[in-house]
């Protein structure tokens, strides 16, 4: 009898000890590719394998289930990873439920299908989207005007708005590169394009495409949008029906006194702000903070905030690093002015000395949203002509991260936010 209960016990204790769950730590130490192992756990749920999201736990790091083919995959793309013993895993877990730990164990049940909003043509190193999706191995398709006016936003649940000027006026390149042979091609190709579908204006047309990119957030899809993207969006809802675009753009003139007919209830973001008149100004409006920062690049930081992972797990997610303290970027739309922000959109990552906002969130109807300031957080001054950044050079890029958690963020199991 003895001898059948220590063989017993032992073939229990062997069980319990036996390694079923790998950890994908995410902090500054233990990960030497934390953009890839955000495509390791897009894989995982691909393979309709559950996932867990530990979030504040190391950097926000992943648990997934231990098979011989995701060590592999690990090691093909060059992933830290961490076998852990049943009892390790349930420690942890443990560790994370107590009340006093401001971490959460989230759900990641299904891999998103995910659309980029990009003009055809356009090459993967154009946008930051796009390349570190390609790097990080996550599928994407992309989509473009008369997609979306199809209702093609429809068999997808996270949409990336490429830099885009949903305004009519081409991006306000007028100034500099009117004479350039690629401003003269892109206009003619997007007024080729407007009369395709119906309209008489690039205007009119690029307004009826942020209307229905609108529904789609308000019928429960996720948008995220960096730089001329998320300001130009807002203004062309908020100029619905008012023309504001000089002859330059679409023939014929302004309506008079169109900023005081400007309608901040239809944006979903910004409020309060001045349109950019000049054609030959690169800016949209007073929303951009690019021409009114005092900050040197070398001293260029934005800094997350810090939300509760049990009662905010959304903010959360999608503020998942390795530091608190990001390197910050350029681009057409730098950061937002923080005093025309609406009250009910959520701060994520500011630079406080200054008064701006470079990452903030919000709710539409049944559906989220996030805009993030700058063109390419590898890229400090990213210009026309440059060449793409190398991602294999930044692996571990902060900047990059707060990308992909918004990727991942519809995987998880929703919980009701309380802030």
């Not at 950097?59 to 289930?65: C, H, I, M, T």
């Not at 000027?165 to 042979?181: I, M, V």
């Not at 190709?189 to 119906?198: I, V």
């Not at 000395?353 to 470079?358: L, P, R, V």
Request: aromatic fraction near 14%; proline fraction near 4%.
């Amino acid at each position: 009898m003895k001898k059948i209960f220590f063989t017993l016990f032992f073939i229990v204790i062997g069980l319990k000890t036996y390694a079923s769950y790998i950890l994908i730590p995410m902090d500054v130490d233990s990960q030497k590719n934390h953009l890839k192992a955000y495509g390791l756990t897009y894989w995982v749920l691909n393979k309709e394998q559950k996932v867990k999201w530990l979030l504040n736990f190391r950097g926000g790091s992943f648990l997934l289930p231990d098979t011989q083919e995701i060590q592999q995959e690990c090691q093909i793309r060059g992933i830290s990873f961490e076998v852990l013993s049943d009892s390790k895993t349930e420690s942890i877990l443990e560790d994370i439920s107590s009340p006093s730990q401001n971490m959460e164990a989230v759900v990641l049940e299904k891999a998103p299908k995910i659309a980029v909003y990009t003009p055809k043509g356009k090459l993967p190193w154009d946008d930051a989207v796009t390349m570190v999706l390609k790097y990080a191995e996550i599928p994407y398709e992309t989509v473009y005007d008369e997609e979306v006016l199809n209702d093609g936003l429809l068999a997808f649940d996270w949409l990336h708005l490429h830099h885009e000027d949903f305004t009519g006026q081409y991006g306000k390149f007028y100034g500099a590169y009117k004479a350039a042979s690629w401003y003269i091609e892109e206009k003619k190709e997007a007024e080729a394009l407007a009369t395709k579908l119906g309209y008489d204006k690039v205007s009119e047309e690029k307004l009826a495409v942020a209307l229905k990119i609108r529904d789609y957030v308000i019928g429960g899809g996720f948008m995220f949008a960096m730089c001329s993207a998320a300001d130009s969006f807002d203004i062309a809802l908020s100029a619905e029906g008012i023309d504001i675009c000089e002859p330059m753009f679409d023939g014929d003139g302004t309506d008079s006194g169109y900023q005081n007919k400007i309608d901040y209830n239809k944006t979903f973001a910004f409020t309060n702000y001045t349109l950019e008149r000049s054609p030959n100004v690169y800016e949209f409006s007073s929303i951009d903070m690019t021409q009114k920062r005092f900050v040197s690049k070398t001293s260029d930081y934005f800094s997350l905030m810090e939300f509760s992972a049990k009662w905010d797990p959304i903010p959360t997610m999608l503020c998942q690093n390795h530091t608190a303290l990001v390197k910050g970027f350029m681009g057409q739309t730098t950061a937002f002015t923080r005093d025309e922000i609406k009250s009910n959109v959520l701060v994520m990552g500011e630079t406080k000395s200054n008064g701006e906002a470079k990452y903030i969130h919000g709710i539409k109807g049944k559906g989220f949203f996030t805009f993030y300031g700058g063109h390419d957080p590898e890229d400090y001054q990213h210009r026309v002509g440059d060449a793409k950044t190398e991602l294999d050079l930044h692996p571990t890029s902060p900047g990059y991260r707060l990308i992909l958690n918004n990727v991942l963020f519809p995987a998880a199991r929703k919980k009701k936010q309380k802030t």
